[in-house]
T-cell receptor
Framework: DAKTTQPNSMESNEEEPVHLPCNHS???????IHWYRQLPSQGPEYVIH???SNVNNRMASLAIAEDRKSSTLILHRATLRDAAVYYC????????????FGTGTRLTIIP | GAVVSQHPSRVICKSGTSVKIECRSL??????MFWYRQFPKQSLMLMAT?????????EQGVEKDKFLINHASLTLSTLTVTSAHPEDSSFYIC???????????????FGPGTRLTVL
């Protein structure tokens, strides 16, 4: 599986935007970029995914670099409930359907 | 989004007993289900992948005779930890997807997890 690199931890103030980076320099043409988050003592929650174009949904936005070697998950206005571990995962939609979780970024929201 | 449930949410058992964990997709048909294990302060590790009606595929290092997986219907998969020992204590999480759907509906959705403590 193509690997991703994320910062171990980040902090953000409540009600401010948060930009969570992810590097995936070995991404292949058929890899989708998926983001999940895991709140304490819960299973992961799907956030968003994309292939080439930027994506928006009710939870977040995903900005994908033109060369696809990096992406950024954007939480537009962080709340205390957004404190979680955020995982950036590559998944090949045409072959291996497994999700391989890295260590993710632990996001702390400061009230 | 789609809902996946797990039961029980928490179980404590004595060493040597077997424990069964259920994973259900509540509002979609799960052609594929996955079982993960997560130790404290660590990431999720995939244990096995199961497709409805066929045998599970286990990841390297996971004992298939110890972790029995059954995926008999499109909405239910079970994981049985046989002869559990304290080192099997962990957070077990299932996920499910409907491989027949395209796009975002093809996404994996995760259950809330089951915390197993073996005394």
């Amino acid at each position: 599986d193509a690997k991703t690199t994320q910062p171990n931890s980040m902090e953000s103030n409540e009600e401010e935007p948060v930009h969570l980076p992810c590097n995936h320099s070995t991404i292949s043409g058929t890899d989708y970029i998926h983001w999940y988050r895991q709140l304490p003592s819960q299973g992961p929650e799907y956030v968003i995914h994309g292939l080439t174009s930027n994506v928006n949904n009710r939870m977040a936005s995903l900005a994908i670099a033109e060369d696809r070697k990096s992406s950024t998950l954007i939480l537009h206005r962080a709340t205390l409930r957004d404190a979680a571990v955020y995982y950036c995962i590559l998944r090949d939609n045409f072959g291996n359907e497994k999700l391989t979780f890295g260590t993710g970024t632990r996001l702390t929201i400061i009230p | 989004g789609a809902v996946v449930s797990q039961h029980p949410s928490r179980v404590i058992c004595k060493s040597g007993t077997s424990v069964k964990i259920e994973c259900r997709s509540l509002d979609f048909q799960a052609t594929t289900m996955f079982w993960y294990r997560q130790f404290p302060k660590q990431s999720l590790m995939l244990m096995a992948t199961s497709n409805e009606g066929s045998k599970a595929t286990y990841e390297q290092g996971v004992e298939k005779d110890k972790f029995l997986i059954n995926h008999a219907s499109l909405t239910l998969s079970t994981l049985t930890v046989t002869s559990a020992h304290p080192e099997d204590s962990s957070f077990y999480i299932c996920s499910a997807r409907d491989g027949r759907l395209a796009g975002v509906r093809n996404t994996q959705y995760f259950g809330p997890g089951t915390r197993l403590t073996v005394l």
